[in-house]
Protein backbone atom coordinates (compact mmCIF):
# COMPACT_ATOMS: atom_id res chain seq x y z
CA UNK A 1 0.00 0.00 0.00
CA UNK A 2 1.21 3.70 -0.95
CA UNK A 3 0.78 6.32 1.34
CA UNK A 4 0.93 9.66 0.22
CA UNK A 5 4.28 10.99 2.04
CA UNK A 6 2.55 14.87 3.22
CA UNK A 7 -0.14 13.34 5.50
CA UNK A 8 -0.50 14.05 9.41
CA UNK A 9 0.22 11.15 11.40
CA UNK A 10 -0.64 8.84 13.38
CA UNK A 11 -3.30 8.19 10.88
CA UNK A 12 -5.55 5.04 10.29
CA UNK A 13 -5.10 4.46 6.20
CA UNK A 14 -7.27 2.43 4.19
CA UNK A 15 -6.69 1.73 0.42
CA UNK A 16 -10.01 1.31 -1.04
CA UNK A 17 -8.46 -1.32 -4.12
CA UNK A 18 -7.71 -3.44 -1.46
CA UNK A 19 -10.39 -3.34 0.57
CA UNK A 20 -13.28 -4.02 -3.12
CA UNK A 21 -10.56 -7.01 -3.65
CA UNK A 22 -10.45 -8.59 -0.30
CA UNK A 23 -14.56 -8.07 -0.04
CA UNK A 24 -15.08 -9.69 -3.44
CA UNK A 25 -12.62 -12.60 -2.51
CA UNK A 26 -14.66 -13.70 0.35
CA UNK A 27 -18.40 -12.90 -1.59
CA UNK A 28 -17.00 -14.87 -4.24
CA UNK A 29 -16.10 -17.93 -1.36
CA UNK A 30 -19.19 -17.95 0.38
CA UNK A 31 -21.40 -17.97 -2.95
CA UNK A 32 -19.04 -20.93 -4.01
CA UNK A 33 -19.73 -22.36 -0.98
CA UNK A 34 -23.75 -21.74 -1.12
CA UNK A 35 -23.48 -20.14 2.69
CA UNK A 36 -24.83 -16.57 3.13
CA UNK A 37 -22.17 -14.05 4.52
CA UNK A 38 -23.12 -11.71 7.13
CA UNK A 39 -19.78 -9.86 7.81
CA UNK A 40 -18.99 -8.08 11.19
CA UNK A 41 -19.11 -4.05 11.15
CA UNK A 42 -16.95 -4.16 14.12
CA UNK A 43 -13.67 -4.45 12.33
CA UNK A 44 -14.51 -1.53 9.83
CA UNK A 45 -17.27 0.55 11.73
CA UNK A 46 -17.87 2.52 8.52
CA UNK A 47 -20.98 2.75 6.50
CA UNK A 48 -19.25 3.47 2.89
CA UNK A 49 -17.46 -0.34 3.18
CA UNK A 50 -20.59 -1.89 4.53
CA UNK A 51 -22.03 -0.85 1.65
CA UNK A 52 -19.28 -2.61 -0.55
CA UNK A 53 -20.50 -5.92 1.14
CA UNK A 54 -24.05 -5.57 1.31
CA UNK A 55 -23.94 -4.58 -2.74
CA UNK A 56 -21.60 -7.91 -2.98
CA UNK A 57 -24.43 -10.09 -1.19
CA UNK A 58 -23.74 -9.94 1.84
CA UNK A 59 -27.19 -10.89 3.86
CA UNK A 60 -26.85 -8.17 6.35
CA UNK A 61 -24.04 -7.11 9.37
CA UNK A 62 -22.94 -8.90 12.37
CA UNK A 63 -22.07 -6.30 15.19
CA UNK A 64 -21.65 -6.14 18.74
CA UNK A 65 -23.25 -3.41 20.30
CA UNK A 66 -26.66 -1.88 20.22
CA UNK A 67 -24.78 1.77 18.97
CA UNK A 68 -23.28 -0.32 16.37
CA UNK A 69 -27.10 -1.57 15.29
CA UNK A 70 -28.06 1.58 15.49
CA UNK A 71 -25.75 3.49 13.19
CA UNK A 72 -25.85 0.46 10.36
CA UNK A 73 -30.17 0.65 10.70
CA UNK A 74 -29.67 4.28 10.23
CA UNK A 75 -26.95 3.95 6.88
CA UNK A 76 -29.90 1.54 5.57
CA UNK A 77 -28.37 -1.42 6.55
CA UNK A 78 -31.68 -4.11 6.14
CA UNK A 79 -30.96 -6.56 8.52
CA UNK A 80 -28.39 -6.57 11.27
CA UNK A 81 -27.81 -9.15 13.92
CA UNK A 82 -26.48 -8.34 17.37
CA UNK A 83 -23.96 -11.48 18.29
CA UNK A 84 -23.24 -10.72 21.74
CA UNK A 85 -25.49 -11.72 24.64
CA UNK A 86 -27.14 -7.99 24.92
CA UNK A 87 -29.18 -6.96 28.48
CA UNK A 88 -32.47 -5.66 27.37
CA UNK A 89 -33.16 -4.37 30.74
CA UNK A 90 -30.41 -1.75 31.20
CA UNK A 91 -32.17 2.16 30.55
CA UNK A 92 -33.38 3.44 27.23
CA UNK A 93 -32.84 0.37 25.91
CA UNK A 94 -36.47 -1.30 25.55
CA UNK A 95 -37.39 1.94 23.11
CA UNK A 96 -34.31 2.04 21.56
CA UNK A 97 -34.94 -1.90 20.81
CA UNK A 98 -38.41 -1.01 19.79
CA UNK A 99 -36.40 1.59 17.32
CA UNK A 100 -34.10 -0.77 15.60
CA UNK A 101 -36.62 -3.60 14.86
CA UNK A 102 -38.91 -0.40 12.64
CA UNK A 103 -35.89 0.31 11.28
CA UNK A 104 -33.86 -3.55 10.48
CA UNK A 105 -34.61 -7.07 10.47
CA UNK A 106 -32.90 -7.31 14.12
CA UNK A 107 -31.91 -10.57 15.73
CA UNK A 108 -30.62 -10.71 18.79
CA UNK A 109 -27.91 -13.43 20.76
CA UNK A 110 -29.35 -14.82 23.33
CA UNK A 111 -27.17 -17.13 26.08
CA UNK A 112 -29.18 -17.32 29.29
CA UNK A 113 -32.91 -17.40 30.04
CA UNK A 114 -32.31 -14.59 32.21
CA UNK A 115 -30.87 -12.44 29.24
CA UNK A 116 -34.02 -14.33 27.51
CA UNK A 117 -36.83 -12.99 29.97
CA UNK A 118 -35.08 -9.36 29.58
CA UNK A 119 -35.61 -9.59 26.07
CA UNK A 120 -38.89 -10.87 26.04
CA UNK A 121 -40.15 -7.95 28.31
CA UNK A 122 -38.46 -5.18 26.18
CA UNK A 123 -39.12 -6.82 23.00
CA UNK A 124 -42.14 -9.06 23.08
CA UNK A 125 -41.27 -11.46 19.58
CA UNK A 126 -37.73 -10.70 18.93
CA UNK A 127 -35.82 -12.82 16.84
CA UNK A 128 -33.35 -14.81 18.68
CA UNK A 129 -30.04 -16.94 17.99
CA UNK A 130 -28.76 -19.03 20.42
CA UNK A 131 -25.16 -18.80 21.56
CA UNK A 132 -22.89 -21.57 21.60
CA UNK A 133 -19.52 -22.61 23.14
CA UNK A 134 -17.97 -24.02 20.40
CA UNK A 135 -14.52 -24.04 22.20
CA UNK A 136 -13.78 -20.59 23.17
CA UNK A 137 -15.14 -21.06 26.83
CA UNK A 138 -16.40 -17.07 26.85
CA UNK A 139 -20.15 -16.59 26.05
CA UNK A 140 -22.11 -19.35 24.70
CA UNK A 141 -24.40 -22.62 26.24
CA UNK A 142 -22.56 -26.23 25.47
CA UNK A 143 -24.89 -27.53 22.37
CA UNK A 144 -26.47 -30.35 24.34
CA UNK A 145 -28.01 -27.15 26.12
CA UNK A 146 -29.27 -25.56 23.01
CA UNK A 147 -32.71 -27.42 23.32
CA UNK A 148 -33.13 -26.38 26.76
CA UNK A 149 -32.82 -22.47 26.25
CA UNK A 150 -34.43 -22.96 23.22
CA UNK A 151 -37.40 -24.38 24.46
CA UNK A 152 -37.39 -21.42 27.48
CA UNK A 153 -37.38 -18.98 24.80
CA UNK A 154 -40.04 -20.30 22.38
CA UNK A 155 -42.12 -20.19 26.14
CA UNK A 156 -41.33 -16.27 26.21
CA UNK A 157 -42.65 -15.71 22.99
CA UNK A 158 -39.35 -15.05 21.32
CA UNK A 159 -38.95 -16.01 17.61
CA UNK A 160 -35.79 -18.68 17.68
CA UNK A 161 -34.45 -18.75 14.36
CA UNK A 162 -30.96 -20.77 15.30
CA UNK A 163 -28.05 -20.98 16.83
CA UNK A 164 -25.18 -19.06 16.65
CA UNK A 165 -20.96 -19.56 17.61
CA UNK A 166 -17.89 -17.64 17.71
CA UNK A 167 -14.78 -20.02 17.31
CA UNK A 168 -12.43 -17.47 18.84
CA UNK A 169 -10.02 -20.66 19.81
CA UNK A 170 -8.89 -19.99 16.11
CA UNK A 171 -6.90 -17.31 17.27
CA UNK A 172 -4.69 -19.49 19.22
CA UNK A 173 -1.81 -20.01 16.48
CA UNK A 174 -2.05 -21.28 12.95
CA UNK A 175 -1.98 -24.88 14.38
CA UNK A 176 -5.39 -24.04 16.15
CA UNK A 177 -7.35 -23.63 12.84
CA UNK A 178 -8.12 -26.58 11.51
CA UNK A 179 -9.70 -27.81 14.73
CA UNK A 180 -11.65 -24.82 15.56
CA UNK A 181 -13.64 -25.25 12.45
CA UNK A 182 -14.41 -29.11 13.23
CA UNK A 183 -15.64 -27.67 16.78
CA UNK A 184 -17.62 -25.14 15.43
CA UNK A 185 -19.17 -27.53 12.96
CA UNK A 186 -19.50 -30.01 15.33
CA UNK A 187 -21.33 -27.82 18.29
CA UNK A 188 -23.80 -25.96 15.41
CA UNK A 189 -24.91 -29.11 13.98
CA UNK A 190 -25.84 -30.66 17.25
CA UNK A 191 -27.59 -27.44 18.58
CA UNK A 192 -29.64 -27.38 15.08
CA UNK A 193 -30.73 -31.00 15.73
CA UNK A 194 -32.04 -30.06 19.27
CA UNK A 195 -33.68 -26.32 18.47
CA UNK A 196 -35.40 -28.27 15.43
CA UNK A 197 -36.74 -30.26 17.27
CA UNK A 198 -38.04 -27.54 19.44
CA UNK A 199 -39.38 -25.17 16.65
CA UNK A 200 -39.81 -27.69 13.77
CA UNK A 201 -38.03 -26.25 11.29
CA UNK A 202 -34.40 -26.43 10.37
CA UNK A 203 -32.18 -24.24 12.37
CA UNK A 204 -30.11 -21.47 11.03
CA UNK A 205 -26.57 -21.98 12.10
CA UNK A 206 -24.16 -19.16 12.05
CA UNK A 207 -20.54 -19.47 12.70
CA UNK A 208 -17.61 -16.86 12.52
CA UNK A 209 -14.37 -15.75 12.50
CA UNK A 210 -12.25 -14.87 9.38
CA UNK A 211 -9.64 -17.62 10.55
CA UNK A 212 -12.14 -20.49 9.97
CA UNK A 213 -13.87 -18.72 7.25
CA UNK A 214 -10.64 -18.79 5.12
CA UNK A 215 -10.07 -22.05 6.39
CA UNK A 216 -13.83 -23.24 5.97
CA UNK A 217 -15.20 -22.17 3.09
CA UNK A 218 -12.67 -23.89 0.78
CA UNK A 219 -14.25 -27.12 2.20
CA UNK A 220 -16.75 -28.72 3.54
CA UNK A 221 -19.03 -26.34 5.24
CA UNK A 222 -22.13 -28.10 6.85
CA UNK A 223 -23.77 -27.54 8.91
CA UNK A 224 -23.35 -23.64 8.28
CA UNK A 225 -26.07 -22.03 6.37
CA UNK A 226 -24.06 -18.44 7.54
CA UNK A 227 -20.64 -16.85 8.06
CA UNK A 228 -19.58 -14.34 9.66
CA UNK A 229 -16.16 -13.15 9.51
CA UNK A 230 -15.26 -8.99 10.09
CA UNK A 231 -11.37 -9.20 9.95
CA UNK A 232 -10.74 -9.81 6.11
CA UNK A 233 -11.88 -6.66 4.89
CA UNK A 234 -8.86 -5.51 5.86
CA UNK A 235 -6.45 -8.43 7.24
CA UNK A 236 -3.59 -7.53 10.03
CA UNK A 237 -0.99 -9.26 11.26
CA UNK A 238 -2.25 -11.72 12.94
CA UNK A 239 -4.31 -12.80 9.98
CA UNK A 240 -1.11 -13.28 7.90
CA UNK A 241 -0.33 -15.97 10.44
CA UNK A 242 -3.40 -17.13 10.64
CA UNK A 243 -4.84 -16.97 7.19
CA UNK A 244 -1.91 -16.70 5.40
CA UNK A 245 -2.69 -13.39 3.95
CA UNK A 246 0.41 -11.64 2.76
CA UNK A 247 1.91 -7.85 2.93
CA UNK A 248 -0.15 -7.66 -0.25
CA UNK A 249 -3.64 -8.24 1.28
CA UNK A 250 -3.57 -5.47 3.27
CA UNK A 251 -6.16 -2.58 3.07
CA UNK A 252 -5.43 -0.79 6.39
CA UNK A 253 -1.85 0.59 8.06
CA UNK A 254 -1.26 3.18 11.01
CA UNK A 255 0.81 5.73 9.25
CA UNK A 256 3.33 7.28 11.50
CA UNK A 257 6.81 9.42 11.12
CA UNK A 258 10.17 8.61 13.06
CA UNK A 259 10.43 10.90 15.66
CA UNK A 260 13.27 10.56 17.44
CA UNK A 261 16.47 7.98 16.61
CA UNK A 262 18.27 8.10 20.46
CA UNK A 263 20.50 5.32 19.77
CA UNK A 264 22.12 2.92 16.91
CA UNK A 265 19.37 0.70 15.75
CA UNK A 266 16.46 2.15 17.42
CA UNK A 267 13.83 4.75 16.80
CA UNK A 268 10.80 6.20 18.20
CA UNK A 269 7.76 6.72 16.44
CA UNK A 270 4.32 8.63 16.47
CA UNK A 271 1.93 6.46 17.20
CA UNK A 272 1.67 4.76 20.23
CA UNK A 273 -1.16 2.74 22.72
CA UNK A 274 -3.77 5.31 21.17
CA UNK A 275 -3.16 4.45 17.59
CA UNK A 276 -2.08 0.89 17.78
CA UNK A 277 -3.59 -0.55 20.70
CA UNK A 278 -1.41 -2.61 23.27
CA UNK A 279 -3.33 -5.71 22.33
CA UNK A 280 -1.16 -8.28 21.08
CA UNK A 281 -1.55 -12.62 20.71
CA UNK A 282 0.98 -14.16 23.28
CA UNK A 283 2.45 -15.60 20.29
CA UNK A 284 3.07 -12.26 18.39
CA UNK A 285 6.44 -10.58 19.33
CA UNK A 286 5.91 -6.86 19.26
CA UNK A 287 3.24 -4.58 18.54
CA UNK A 288 2.43 -4.99 15.09
CA UNK A 289 4.72 -5.62 11.80
CA UNK A 290 7.05 -2.18 10.65
CA UNK A 291 6.30 -2.64 6.59
CA UNK A 292 9.56 -0.62 6.38
CA UNK A 293 12.26 -2.81 8.17
CA UNK A 294 10.12 -6.00 8.86
CA UNK A 295 13.13 -7.25 10.84
CA UNK A 296 12.72 -5.03 13.39
CA UNK A 297 10.41 -5.03 16.57
CA UNK A 298 7.82 -2.56 17.87
CA UNK A 299 9.45 -3.39 21.25
CA UNK A 300 6.91 -1.50 23.43
CA UNK A 301 4.39 1.47 23.43
CA UNK A 302 3.49 4.16 25.65
CA UNK A 303 0.38 6.36 24.59
CA UNK A 304 1.91 8.43 22.24
CA UNK A 305 5.43 6.82 21.46
CA UNK A 306 6.19 3.78 20.28
CA UNK A 307 9.83 2.03 20.40
CA UNK A 308 11.69 0.39 17.61
CA UNK A 309 14.50 -2.16 18.22
CA UNK A 310 16.38 -4.05 15.90
CA UNK A 311 16.92 -1.87 13.09
CA UNK A 312 19.48 -1.84 10.78
CA UNK A 313 21.93 1.22 11.03
CA UNK A 314 20.95 4.10 9.41
CA UNK A 315 18.09 2.58 8.02
CA UNK A 316 15.67 5.38 9.00
CA UNK A 317 16.10 8.90 9.80
CA UNK A 318 14.15 11.49 11.65
CA UNK A 319 11.19 12.61 9.69
CA UNK A 320 10.84 9.60 7.39
CA UNK A 321 7.36 8.11 7.27
CA UNK A 322 6.72 4.49 7.90
CA UNK A 323 3.84 2.27 7.62
CA UNK A 324 2.69 -0.18 10.58
CA UNK A 325 0.33 -3.24 9.86
CA UNK A 326 -1.58 -3.89 13.95
CA UNK A 327 -1.16 -7.37 15.12
CA UNK A 328 -5.44 -6.51 15.44
CA UNK A 329 -7.08 -4.17 13.51
CA UNK A 330 -10.53 -3.87 15.37
CA UNK A 331 -9.74 -1.66 18.70
CA UNK A 332 -7.25 0.33 16.11
CA UNK A 333 -10.45 1.32 13.75
CA UNK A 334 -12.59 1.99 17.27
CA UNK A 335 -10.05 4.45 18.71
CA UNK A 336 -9.93 6.48 15.39
CA UNK A 337 -12.62 9.24 14.26
CA UNK A 338 -12.17 8.68 10.53
CA UNK A 339 -10.62 6.36 7.93
CA UNK A 340 -7.72 8.23 5.49
CA UNK A 341 -8.77 6.80 1.76
CA UNK A 342 -6.07 6.11 -1.02
CA UNK A 343 -6.37 4.84 -3.83
CA UNK A 344 -3.12 4.59 -6.12
CA UNK A 345 -1.17 6.23 -3.62
CA UNK A 346 -3.90 9.19 -3.82
CA UNK A 347 -5.81 10.10 -0.56
CA UNK A 348 -9.28 10.03 -2.29
CA UNK A 349 -11.38 11.18 0.85
CA UNK A 350 -11.90 10.16 4.62
CA UNK A 351 -14.58 7.58 5.95
CA UNK A 352 -16.11 8.31 9.30
CA UNK A 353 -15.84 5.77 11.86
CA UNK A 354 -19.27 5.07 13.43
CA UNK A 355 -20.93 3.60 16.25
CA UNK A 356 -18.10 3.69 18.47
CA UNK A 357 -18.15 3.26 22.03
Partial sequence: MRVPENIETPAVVV???????????????????RVALRPHAKTHKCAEIARMQLAR???????ATLAE??????????????????????????????????????????????????????APGAQVLIEID?????????ASRAGELSAECHRLGLEVLGAF?????SYGGADAVEGAVADEQAALSAAGEAIARVTGRAAELSGGSSPTAFAGLGGETAPLTEVRPGTYVFGDRQQMHLSGLTADDIALVVAARVVSAPRPGEA?????????????????????????????????????????????????????LVRVVPNHVCPVVNLTGSLLVVRDGAVTGRWPVIGRR
Fill in 165 to 169: THPGH
Fill in 69 to 122: AEAFAAAGCPSVFVAFPLWARSSGRPERIKALRSATDLRIGVDSVPAAEALAAA
Fill in 134 to 142: SGQHRTGVA
Fill in 268 to 320: VLDCGSKALTSDRAGWLEGHGLFLEAPEATIAWLSEEHAVVRGLAESSLSVGD
Fill in 15 to 33: DSMRIERNIGRMADAAAAA
Fill in 57 to 63: GAAGLTV
